[in-house]
Structures are given as C-alpha cells and as structure tokens.
T-cell receptor
Framework: QKEVEQNSGPLSVPEGAIASLNCTYS??????FFWYRQYSGKSPELIMS????GDKEDGRFTAQLNKASQYVSLLIRDSQPSDSATYLC????????????FGAGTRLFVKA | EAQVTQNPRYLITVTGKKLTVTCSQN?????MSWYRQDPGLGLRQIYY???????DKGDVPEGYKVSRKEKRNFPLILESPSPNQTSLYFC????????????FGEGSWLTVV
C-alpha cells in the first residue's frame, strides 16, 4: 500500500463545474496535509494546507480533512480551463520537519 | 525575488560520466531537499539537509551524493549515472520549524543514455 494514494485520473469536468479530488494516506500519525498544483513541465506550487478536521476554504478552493478516515480532498468550485493541471496531495507527520510524502497526483482537465 | 535556482535545466549525458546539478536558494531557508519525479510514482525524496553540514537520506538515495557546505547551496552529485536515473529532478527548500511551505526550483530534466 502506498503511503499517499490518489486516483491518477484524468478527471475531466466542464467549465464552471465542481472538481473533486481525493487522497488517502496510511500513516495515522500524520499532522499536516497539503495540496500542490503542478502545470505540465513546471514545478509544484502550494495551493492549500490543512491541519485539523473539517473544511478550509480559500477562494474557489476548499480542502477537507477527515483524520478518522485518513482522507483528504480538494474541491475546486467554478472550475476554469486554467485549473487544468496535476494536483499533488502531500502529507507530513510532524510539524516543522521535512519528511513530506507526496502522492503521484491526479490529472485534471477542465473543458471549455 | 525569492527563488530556488537549479542548473542545468536540461542535460543529456552518457552512462558513467559524473555530473553535478547545482541548487541555490536566496530565502535563508534551513531545510533543502532533492526530489525526483517519475510517471506514476510522484515525487520521491532523494536526500535532504536540515542545515549546513547536516544531510540525511530520503527514500531513494542510491546512486546520489549531496553536500551542504553553505546554507544557500545544495548540489546533487551523480558519481556514475545510469539510465535508471533518467528523471525530472527538483530541488526544494523550506524554512525551519514551523515552516511548512516547500518552495521548488524549476526542475532539471536529466537523460542518461
């Protein structure tokens, strides 16, 4: 079992729809959870971080965390073609450390 | 401008020819790390450094060396490259505790033939 699992996709949604990206992790002691966006051929960039159970909203993005189910999700509302990218889920056990485990990513296509 | 700079960005080399990929950050970050990214496997950590002269192995260190003589620089050395080291490499840095955001360089495409 991979430490961080994501559906590789591609996930295809029409413009204006909600895109839902999911991630599960195996280490129950994980404390910090992140979503990175990576455009093709570019480096990953952090778009959301979440540390406690529940929802965290930032503009069109909402991260959801359920530690009991070891599940993290990212919702993108009003999806735009510019959101087309690979989304990497990342998990860290301890706060401040550097041991971050990345999932393989989910490719998202937003059709105009 | 805050950035992580790595060079070269693109390189084709031959098996066994030593090469170094340089990495430099201007944010005075304590932590630096190297990742490789392969299709279907995501980002895997090669080596990381928590500060000057402090380095440790990540998940896939075989065939690589690193050094951290200065805070800003963290070069990745392939002493005898092999074709299975063909990959996209990212250098990254992060502020020490409680910093969590990882800043990535632009990536280095390495092909070993």
């Amino acid at each position: 079992q991979k430490e961080v699992e994501q559906n590789s996709g591609p996930l295809s949604v029409p413009e204006g729809a909600i895109a839902s990206l999911n991630c599960t992790y195996s280490d129950r002691g994980s404390q910090s959870f992140f979503w990175y966006r990576q455009y093709s051929g570019k480096s990953p960039e952090l778009i959301m971080s979440i540390y406690s159970n529940g929802d965290k909203e930032d503009g069109r993005f909402t991260a959801q965390l359920n530690k009991a189910s070891q599940y993290v999700s990212l919702l993108i509302r009003d999806s735009q073609p510019s959101d087309s990218a690979t989304y990497l889920c990342a998990v860290k056990r301890d706060t401040g450390g550097f041991k971050t485990i990345f999932g393989a990513g989910t490719r998202l296509f937003v059709k105009a | 401008e805050a950035q992580v700079t790595q060079n070269p960005r693109y390189l084709i080399t031959v098996t066994g020819k030593k090469l170094t990929v340089t990495c430099s950050q201007n944010m005075n970050h304590e932590y630096m790390s190297w990742y490789r990214q392969d299709p279907g496997l995501g980002l895997r950590q090669i080596y990381y450094s928590m500060n000057v002269e402090v380095t440790d192995k990540g998940d896939v260190p075989e065939g690589y060396k690193v050094s951290r003589k200065e805070k800003r620089n963290f070069p990745l050395i392939l002493e005898s490259p092999s074709p299975n080291q063909t990959s996209l490499y990212f250098c990254a840095s992060k502020k020490g505790s409680p910093g969590n955001t990882i800043y990535f360089g632009e990536g280095s495409w390495l092909t070993v033939v």
